[in-house]
């Protein structure tokens, strides 16, 4: 079994000195295969922890394959090294996508790979369904101002450890392993893009067709054959914390959050809630004239200002 495989609950593996691209299957903490490939800086004859390392989370219904994604991952890599993988019901990965809940899983075992590669500088980069996905990982697998592993409870509370994980059937718990922080799961900064701010948004027509498409069978049929997105029937068993109840909690984690004032999904109500719920001292809000959603509308200027960003950051 190879480091890229073994259960992420143990990912100490030794770094290793990468030269090449890479594609490796990640196995999440609830035992979720997950396809990642990895593409190292275009700095020659350095090794990886001199580097920062972009680790992407598509939107609903993307992959690691899609074009939107590749093209992002072509932006960002003419700056530094990047990961990019297909959630859960996405792409090649296994299980169902859960639409934003227990793909914080997904993304904390993308960066602990990005760790065992020798990365010291990790930065999560979401968009849209990714951005709430960044968003809540960082508040769950983050640290305290005291350097302790947090733990998030449904009602928004931050303490000091975690009571551990419930039964994967059940929901995901918006809680993350005692030794989340140590582990290598923590993003040393976040990006945001296009993200909602609150769950069961339906106030612009194309929220109205993905919540037809999450919630009926028909829809999830459609999804699935026509997407090629795998949807959980199950839906959500225990509401996980929103966005804006996480976004307080990741400071002092430098937290961007970008977004179009042409975003046809989700209006500007929504990044301007994330940045008021933030810390200020470590957020910073860019409203971008005339972008649209997530990573389809990214246009390879923003990116780049996004890496630069991220960059200088960490």
């Known amino acids: 079994m190879t480091c890229a495989r073994e259960a992420q609950s143990a990912p100490r593996c030794p770094s290793k ?18 396809e990642a490939l990895y593409e190292p800086s275009p700095a020659p004859g350095t090794e990886p922890s001199d580097h920062l390392v972009l680790v992407v989370g598509h939107g609903f219904t993307g992959a690691l394959e899609r074009p939107a994604l590749r093209r992002v991952a072509t932006a960002f890599r003419q700056r530094t090294a990047v990961i990019t993988f297909s959630f859960r019901g996405h792409g090649r990965s296994g299980g169902r996508s859960t639409v934003g809940d227990r793909e914080v899983l997904d993304l904390a075992a993308a960066v ?4 065992r590669l020798g990365h010291r500088r990790v930065v999560t980069v979401g968009f849209s369904m990714g951005g709430s996905v960044v968003i809540r990982q960082a508040a ?5 101002e005291e350097n302790q592993p947090v733990h998030i409870a449904h009602d928004g509370e931050r303490t000091g450890r975690s009571p551990g994980r419930t039964d994967p059937a059940a929901g995901a718990p918006d809680t993350a392993p005692d030794d989340a922080a140590a582990d290598g799961a923590a993003p040393d900064a976040v ?3 296009s993200a909602p701010a609150r769950w069961y ?9 993905v919540h037809w498409a999450i919630t009926r069978p028909s829809g999830r049929l459609v999804s699935r054959y026509g997407l090629r997105t795998r949807i959980d029937p199950r839906g959500w068993a225990v509401d996980p914390l929103s966005p804006v109840a996480a976004a307080p909690l990741i400071a002092p984690t430098p937290l961007l959050i970008v ?12 990044p301007r809630m994330l940045a008021s719920a933030a810390d200020p001292s470590a957020s910073e809000l860019w409203i971008e004239p005339g972008f649209g959603h997530a990573e389809t509308a990214a246009s390879p200027a923003l990116l780049g200002r996004i890496a630069d960003w991220a960059a200088t950051h960490v």
């Open 140 to 144: 769950l697998y983050g640290k305290t």
């Open 17 to 34: 000195v990468i030269t090449g691209e890479r594609r490796a299957t990640l196995l999440t903490d609830d035992g979720v295969s997950i």
């Open 259 to 270: 977004h179009g004032d042409r975003d046809p999904y989700f209006p500007l109500d929504h």
């Open 201 to 209: 948004y339906r106030g612009t027509a194309p929220m109205r067709r």
């Open 112 to 115: 602990r790979w990005a760790r």
């Open 191 to 193: 990006v945001a893009v």
